[in-house]
């Protein structure tokens, strides 16, 4: 019904950059919030960024002033820029979205797409 496709992603050196990217598609009535979480090794996963459709954004404390969140509404997607990464930076980042269907136009449903590696060597 709704499918969040990711690209981008792989491996960096320290201090390199990478960016990922994700779009919605399906039978969506309204993207609410976009956002990217990671989940390394042995961890849970964790919030990275947000963007909402009105272009709010959120970061975790540790990408602030590294990394930018954007969103195209017109294209349902969203994407994540990724600067001077570090190894700790390492993690498969998931795309999320929550939105509303044109099924069930006014509740609110959390979808993820299958997530792309991001590795950074020191």
């Known amino acids: 019904q709704v499918q969040l496709v990711e690209s981008g992603g792989g491996l960096v050196q320290a201090g390199g950059s990478l960016s990922v990217s994700c779009a919605a598609s399906?039978?969506?009535?309204?993207?609410?919030?976009m956002g990217w979480y990671r989940q390394a090794p042995g961890k849970q996963r964790e919030l990275v960024a947000t963007?909402?459709?009105?272009?709010?954004?959120n970061y975790r404390d540790s990408v602030k002033g590294r990394f930018t969140i954007s969103r195209d509404n017109a294209k349902n997607t969203v994407s994540l820029q990724m600067n001077n990464l570090k190894p700790e930076d390492t993690a498969v980042y998931y795309c999320?979205?929550?939105?509303?269907?044109?099924?069930?136009?006014?509740?609110?449903?959390?979808?993820w797409g299958q997530g792309t590696q991001v590795t950074v060597s020191s």
């Open positions: 999320n979205a929550v939105l509303t269907t044109a099924n069930s136009p006014v509740i609110t449903g959390n979808f």
């Open positions: 963007i909402t459709n009105s272009g709010s954004t």
């Open positions: 399906g039978r969506i009535f309204r993207i609410i919030t």
